[in-house]
């Protein structure tokens, strides 16, 4: 995994790229974008990011890259997300999570090079090699509770699926779910898509799906929940390895959830590891270190690292890491700790409450590494 920082010293922007370029294979590259706070309104900033991720995919490195997923990370998504210019050409995510260095938007993009990409009613499909790579984000409802409305978006995936010769138990790889007011609304989401799992065939006795329960404010304000997902139809089933970490982590329906802990795709030539969100958690299912954000902080990357461990990667592999903060006054400190630990790895700070008061900081990410697997593919 190469990394490298790019500033656009005069648009105010520094982009994160990290970038995995097998010879003569496909090149995968993850970046985020950050403003820098000039005393700019929203449209000023948005319009320094555009600028930059423009500049960004006409440099040497990132030739003939094509992006296929880019989130918003916004300070008022009611007010901000009318102005945003959706791409058409790849699948778009915009939610008030504020990223926490003072500016109004931040933005992960994820690009690819040497894929045939469609975009059909919002489901961005990215085909090589025998795989299609399903991505539709920004999934929200309008009418209902929370409940109701994650019944709705998952009925309404599965219907999408369909028509592509998939399913939500075979296909499905790793989802988002964003909830408003997460501390008294997460609980029906909870509910409707373990009732809904259940109707899948996922189980405790089969599986569940990698994903990131979190809270985030969608832009239209009669959405409780909104969903992204990505999926993937071409593969083995022997591709796809679920991730437990038990010795630091229990199984999530043991408290009444439904999603892995993280997911392992191989193809011939790499290895996708996806962590679903992790907090300071221990595997008797416990919060670990209530009100302290240092220890907690440790103790997530300790799980994390045993997940990655568990996926043949490391944190060496990572692309690129989301952090969630319940409180703006842990930011300091967190940005710290991060910037000493990962100081070359693409990172966002976000300001999303973890589905737990007592959970002070949540993370995610993704794990790229080498492989030579002759009875897959490549990717």
């Known amino acids: 995994m190469n990394t490298e920082k790019i500033l656009f010293s005069e648009l105010g922007v520094k982009v994160e790229l990290s970038t995995f370029n097998p010879e003569g294979k496909t090149k995968e590259q993850h970046a985020i974008l950050h403003v820098e706070p000039r005393g700019e309104l929203f449209a000023g900033q948005l319009q ?33 997300q009318p102005l945003v210019n959706i791409d058409k050409d790849c699948s778009v995510s915009c939610i008030q999570q504020p990223p926490l260095d003072g500016s109004k938007v931040a933005v992960w993009l994820y690009m690819v090079s040497g894929m045939e990409v469609e975009n059909h009613d919002g489901l961005v499909i990215a085909s090589h090699n025998g795989y299609s790579h399903l991505w539709k984000m920004g999934m929200h409802e309008h009418g209902g509770d929370s409940a109701c409305q994650t ?19 075979d296909n499905c790889i790793r989802t988002w779910f964003y ?21 899948q065939g996922l189980t405790e006795k089969t599986h569940y ?16 929940v909104q969903m992204g997902t990505y999926a993937l139809v071409g593969f083995q089933p022997e591709q796809q390895h679920y991730l437990y970490a038990r010795t630091h982590l229990n199984s999530t329906y043991e408290y009444g959830v439904t999603f892995e802990r993280g997911t392992r795709i191989d193809y011939g030539d790499r290895r996708h590891a ?98 030579n697997n002759p009875d897959f593919r490549d990717f």
């Open 48 to 80: 320094c990011i555009t600028r930059a991720e423009q500049a960004l995919l006409a440099l040497p490195q990132c030739k003939g890259a094509q992006t296929i997923f880019k989130r918003y990370f916004l300070s008022d998504a009611t007010n901000q």
């Open 151 to 169: 019944e709705s978006l998952l009925t309404a995936y599965e219907e999408t699926l369909q028509r592509y010769g998939a399913t939500l138990a």
């Open 179 to 199: 909830v408003r007011d997460v501390d008294t609304q997460y609980a029906g989401m909870v509910k409707a898509r373990r009732e809904n799992f259940s109707r």
């Open 209 to 224: 799906i990698a994903s990131t329960g979190i809270g985030g404010t969608p832009a239209d304000t009669r959405a409780f």
């Open 274 to 371: 996806y962590i679903s969100g992790t907090a300071s958690i221990n595997n008797k299912g416990e919060v670990v270190h209530v009100g302290d954000i240092v220890r907690q902080t440790h103790r997530m990357w300790e799980n994390v690292e045993a997940l990655l461990a568990e996926a043949g990667t490391s944190f060496a592999d990572v692309a690129q890491i989301i952090v969630y903060l319940r409180d703006v006054a842990d930011y300091d400190i967190v940005k710290a700790l991060f910037e000493e630990r990962f100081p070359e790895t693409p990172f966002v700070i976000t300001l999303a409450p973890v589905c737990r008061p007592t959970w002070l900081i949540e993370m995610e990410c993704l794990a790229i590494r080498s492989c």
